[in-house]
């Protein structure tokens, strides 16, 4: 059975439910189409499908007995920073090129409770750390709308295997907008959940107080039913906050009449593309057309979030990042009696540019003489962005934004500048800071590429965001959209 890949999950879910199709059938249908074009966009770091195929006949035999849920027999990809247990997780570095866990991370594990496929882990910059995908150790990840064009990053393989349907949805993680900044630039929806809402335990650190796993998925209702899938309390993660289950479909139906929106002036920065501009514009005239009340908003300490940013997640990538040392696990210089030159050599030869570069970038920060001036001066700034956005809440429900200022970018084109990188994700950053729930949503088109509208809401406001991406997929038809690949 051919064009199953073309399903959404919630589609998949019914077909399957309805036995229409089998579980096997779909996963065989998404393997295929992995075959036909992974070789030009490298979404994938590794591909399971033996592994897949035996979930797959097990969850057709969950099905035959009646013991389903929404993402049962539903294929997914895991981004490569997330434990799986038996399949290599490496980060996308030469530092844990051949690591292998033992466990799975406990997103891993409430999804293969409920019977979901694991097809593959995704392609990724290394450690996270990038907007592009080029910083992988193994290759880029090309978009699907222009496979000269980036995806984003740093879950630029779970956006472009989403949106060229290799998988219905994959999961990110986002520290700094890396589920969200990929979402957009890829025409997919893309859902940063509230600090602690979705457990860490079994996500490969880079900045602890700032990253947060995610879903990527082709509309608002499937990122809800993920999300149902992947969130609550998990004891092992200290940061896991003691949130009761919730079903976000639950009133994704609701109107959004008598909804306060606010568009902070400070995200529609002079750098912004015009395209990008008129299509969030037009995106916000259509939530007002449904109802939505629209008003203007100040965020003046957002100007701040991008060097705050930029001390506080290197700092701690630069304490997560010292436990590869060569002694425990990963790659290990051997070719050498000397200890310390073993670990230098080790360090060197492991790690690539961009990581490199923010280690250094840590280490100054937290140095004897440099700490009060930066690190403690960053964490500052963070209460300042976090009291803006708690003030500006007291006003609206929800914020609307770009997600990107730009659209997918050239491959190579901003890799000799790092700042410009950085820059890409000016948008994106603030939510992370200040621990919040976003969502990115396709609205449009520029230069024939897909644009992203970002929302943002208060602490455990995800329902509401959900309703709200939903309202307007259901009155446009971006969403639907898919790349010719």
Known sequence: ???????????????????????????????????????????????????????????????????????????LQVKDLISTAGI?????????????????????????????????????????????????????????????????????????????????????????????????LCGVVGLKPTYGLVSRYGLVAFASSLDQIGPLAR????????????????PRDSTSLPQPATDYTSGLEQELRGLRLGVPEEYFTPAMQPGVRQAVEAGIKALEGLGATVQPVSLPTTKYALACYYIIAPSECSANLARYDGVK?????????????????????????????????GAYALSSGYYDAY??????????????????????DALVAPTSPVVAFPLGDKTADPVQMYLIDVCTLPVNIAGLPALSAPCGFSEGL????????????EATLLRIGHAYQQATDWHLRRPEI
């Open 1 to 75: 059975m051919a064009g199953l890949w073309h399903l959404s999950v919630r589609e998949a879910g019914l077909r399957l439910q309805r036995r229409e199709i089998s579980s096997v059938e779909l996963t065989q249908d998404c393997l295929e189409r992995v075959q036909q074009v992974e070789s030009r966009l490298h979404a994938f770091i590794t591909i399971t499908p033996e592994q897949a195929l035996r979930q797959a006949q097990a969850a057709d035999q969950r099905i035959a007995t009646g013991q389903t849920c929404p993402l049962t027999g539903i294929p």
């Open 88 to 184: 290599r997780t490496t980060c996308a570095s030469r530092m844990l090129e051949n690591y292998v866990p033992v466990y799975n991370a406990t997103v891993v594990d409430k999804l293969l409770d409920q019977g979901a496929v694991v097809l593959g882990k995704g392609n990724m910059d290394e450690f996270g750390m990038g907007s592009s995908t080029e910083n992988s150790a193994f290759a880029p990840t090309h978009n699907p709308w222009n496979t000269k064009r980036v995806p984003g990053g740093s879950s630029g393989g779970s956006a472009a295997a989403v949106a060229a349907g290799l998988v219905p949805f994959a999961l990110g993680s986002d520290t700094g907008g890396s589920v969200r900044q990929p979402a957009a």
């Open 219 to 234: 509309d608002a209702y499937d990122c809800a039913l993920v999300l149902n899938g992947i969130c609550g309390h998990d």
């Open 329 to 361: 696990y990963g790659y290990s210089f051997q070719d050498t009696s000397n200890m310390w030159e073993a670990m230098e050599k080790t360090r060197q030869g492991g790690f690539g540019p961009e990581v490199k570069r923010r280690i250094m970038l």
């Open 375 to 396: 690190y403690l001066k960053a964490q500052q700034v963070r209460t300042l962005i976090r009291q803006d956005f708690a003030r500006v809440f007291q006003q609206v």
């Open 450 to 461: 897909p644009v992203g509208m970002q929302l943002i809401g208060p602490h455990l406001s």
